[in-house]
């Protein structure tokens, strides 16, 4: 926010000043980008100047040149060059996250998150430097010798203006220390002070050990081991300070001082002039915050083992010790020792972590309502963070993939999260987890995950023109040898202006192929509509039937025609006018229609919610459908039981897989099924069927609590016959499908 106002929608993920002589663009001005894909300038009051607009990815990164042009660096792997607004240049060569630095000397230097970097001059790449760092590049800044760069392996290093590499830092690189390997190597963070006018005249005639050997050019770095760390020109680290939290940014003032971004959401400012420090108070309390961090690094804190608050009684060895004692209905304490008070001062309870859960003793934290063993912070970008909770049996890949999917967070950072989550968790109790989960898994159950849509697209076209012109001729016939009569026969009959539609929307149905981007016109919705309307009850009806079927293939055909309530109620009167026993073809093929008409419908933006919503067009038509064909489970044949058993099918994965909690149609779709396979005593449907239907019954239960209860409470007798029935079968997909009922639904 800039006083109070929205800065970007979403996350901000970089804030830049801009130095004067950019074009266009006023003196005390910064810039800032975000997850919005633009960048935007403002004053230092906070007031809007203008927008830069053109990247398809979040923005990362701004920079200006030395000729008055400004730079942005984007998630789309781009950098942009700006004049006055409009863009004048586009560099592309990266593939992720991209950083970018204008240098004096009048080149354009981009790094990626693949850790590569390239020269630009004069708009044309002049070098590539494809491992310019073990990790991904997190920030370029201008240096006296070309420019610094670190990255995620922990390094800070020195490059000419031609990207010759004259002096590599292991800045936050691990130093086998105790402790020193409990945090990521990540160096985030860094920026040059290339001059000495923080000291007073008293400062430069002696020496302190904080001070740069040369006296002319310092670099401080911040790092995920919650440290900023202060260089001579040299690489020599002269000075580590401990922060609370992992440094995200540091930043060098004009008078020699710099600031840190610590992730405790605090930014500090520290001086080598004595002149501008902090007051005695404000500096211990940031000691004391240091122990206490370094307390809080102890792993598992057992508070048995401290000592009682007796052990305050004794001074402590220095001032500034520390000690962690059991206070009584509180645990672990910490205390520092205050030489100057000759007493203790307490610093806060300890944190340690809990080798069977998180901190504090095994209680778990909740995030979005889910208790965790484990939850930490991950930044989203350099100021934005977001909780990650995680269980000690978890595995780090697929901690890292939910989090990254749900968060929308770039490749890179997978690998990060990964690093970070690796020695948090336990390897053995991942091993019993997925041991546990072996037993108790569900192999066939649910439909939607084991399969798709079951879609019926093969079709005769040829067959289905000559019936469909051989009654139109009889239709054609019929009017010309009665001319008085006043029925509907010619009115319902294709004329021969109606042939061509005809013909186009047989070749449409025909092309199963490109189903997904055909076109069904107004005309040819005309011609279907016409055919509808032509006479129940007759064998002419079946390949008006059989063509509708295919149109449902057709993703434009189920928006225009299977959408249209007119022809929907025409397919259903059409079929429930035949006896299912003398004609099951009627039944079946109407039945497949309106399977295929729910496997490829697009859905709607209500059903990809959560909760999701049911359009109640699609589901007044789906549970007309069952109520109206429900009697093909009682067919002396199969073909109308089959079909009907794959529509309850694609119905039941429609509802799974949007997550539907609650809907009438499960009942009625169990019982009717459970029926079907109860009637099929004489096992008249092949093994397939059955299997499907068993599968679609179970799959009920696996989509909320409500629909597994009403599962047992209404038709587990049903289901313990037919797993007893099945349970034996010689194919292992039925044997594994009644197992799943077992573990669901029965035991």
């Not at 693949?114 to 590539?128: E, H, L, P, T």
């Not at 484990?374 to 990650?388: G, P, Q, R």
């Not at 429609?654 to 997550?659: D, F, K, L």
């Not at 009920?700 to 209404?714: D, G, Q, T």
Request: aromatic share 6%.
């Amino acid at each position: 926010e800039v006083f109070g106002e929205k800065m970007h929608r979403g996350l901000l993920f970089c804030v830049e000043h801009v130095p004067q002589g950019v074009d266009g663009v006023p003196a005390n001005t910064f810039a800032s980008g975000g997850n919005d894909n633009v960048a935007r300038l403002w004053t230092a009051s906070g007031s809007f100047i203008r927008e830069l607009r053109g990247h398809s990815n979040c923005v990362n990164s701004v920079s200006a040149t030395s000729d008055g042009a400004l730079l942005t660096g984007s998630w789309d792997g781009k950098c942009r060059v700006w004049r006055k607004g409009q863009l004048v240049m586009d560099m592309g060569g990266h593939q992720h996250a991209t950083e970018v630095l204008g240098l004096a000397s009048g080149e354009i230097v981009t790094a990626s998150a693949n850790a590569s970097i390239i020269i630009f001059r004069d708009g044309k790449a002049v070098k590539r430097v494809a491992k310019a760092h073990g990790g991904p590049i997190r920030k370029l800044v201008r240096h006296p010798l070309g420019f610094a760069s670190c990255a995620n392996d922990g390094c800070i290093n020195i490059w000419s203006n031609t990207a010759d590499l004259l002096l590599s830092i292991p800045a936050h690189v691990h130093d086998g220390s105790a402790g020193s390997g409990d945090r990521e190597e990540f160096c985030y963070t860094l920026c040059v002070i290339e001059n000495d006018d923080s000291k007073t005249e008293s400062d430069s005639a002696s020496s302190s050990s904080s001070s740069s050997p040369s006296g002319d050019v310092l670099v401080v770095s911040g790092g995920e081991d919650c440290t900023a760390r202060v260089f001579a020109a040299d690489g020599t680290l002269l000075q580590t300070i401990q922060h609370p939290g992992p440094v995200r940014g540091v930043q060098a003032l004009p008078n020699g001082d710099f600031v840190t971004a610590c992730a405790d959401c605090v930014a500090r400012v520290f001086s080598r002039n004595p002149e501008r420090h902090a007051d005695e108070k404000t500096i211990r309390e940031f000691d004391n915050l240091q122990r206490l961090v370094e307390a809080s690094n102890m792993q598992s804190i057992d508070p048995s083992t401290l000592p009682g608050p007796e052990a305050l009684e004794s001074p402590g060895a220095k001032n500034g010790a520390v000690t962690v004692i059991n206070v009584p209905g509180r645990g672990g304490v910490v205390y520092s020792w205050n030489a100057d008070e000759n007493k203790w001062d307490e610093v806060g309870e300890a944190l340690g972590m809990n080798p069977n859960g998180g901190a504090g003793g095994g209680k778990k934290e909740v995030v979005d309502g889910v208790p965790y063993d484990v939850v930490t912070d991950v930044y989203v970008s350099e100021t934005a963070k977001v909780k990650l909770g995680f269980n000690r049996d978890e595995d780090p890949d697929e901690v890292a993939t939910r989090f990254c999917r749900r968060h929308g967070l770039p490749p890179y950072m997978h690998e990060q999260i990964v690093a970070h989550v690796r020695p948090l968790v336990s390897q053995s109790a991942i091993q019993a987890r997925k041991q546990r989960e072996a037993n108790n898994q569900l192999h066939q159950v649910p439909l939607w995950k084991t399969g798709s849509y079951e879609v019926y697209a093969k079709v005769n076209i040829a067959a289905i023109r000559k019936r469909i012109l051989a009654y139109n001729d009889e239709l054609l016939q019929q009017a010309d040898d009665n001319k008085q009569d006043e029925t509907n026969n010619a009115s319902s009959s294709l004329a021969v202006t109606d042939m061509e539609t005809l013909d186009q929307l047989l070749r449409n149905a025909g092309d199963t192929v490109n189903y997904h981007v055909s076109s069904f016109s107004d005309a040819e919705l005309g011609v279907m509509l016409q055919l509808l309307a032509w006479p129940s009850g007759g064998k002419h009806i079946i390949p008006v039937l059989d063509l509708f079927r295919a149109l449902m293939c057709h993703q434009s055909a189920v928006k225009k025609l299977g959408a249209n309530r007119e022809a929907q109620l025409a397919l259903l009167q059409h079929a429930s006018e035949f006896d299912v026993n003398e004609t099951p073809a009627a039944w079946a093929l109407a039945l497949k229609a309106v399977s295929n008409y729910v496997a490829r419908r697009i859905k709607s933006s209500g059903e990809r919610r959560t909760p999701p919503v049911v359009p109640q067009d699609v589901y007044e038509f789906v549970s007309q459908t069952a109520d109206v064909l429900g009697g093909a489970v009682s067919a002396q044949s199969a073909s109308a039981g089959t079909a009907f058993v794959m529509f309850c099918y694609n119905v039941v994965c429609w509802h799974g897989r949007m997550g539907v909690a609650q809907s009438d149609l499960y009942a009625v779709i169990a019982s009717a099924l459970l029926e079907l396979l109860k009637a099929d005593a004489h096992d008249k449907f092949k093994p397939k069927t059955v299997f499907h239907a068993m599968l679609t019954v179970a799959s009920i239960a696996v989509v909320s609590p409500s629909a597994k209860e009403l599962l047992k409470a209404n038709f587990a007798d049903a289901l313990r016959t037919l797993v007893t029935k099945y349970g034996s079968s010689p194919t292992v997909a039925m044997q594994q499908l009644c197992q799943d009922i077992r573990k669901l639904i029965l035991l």
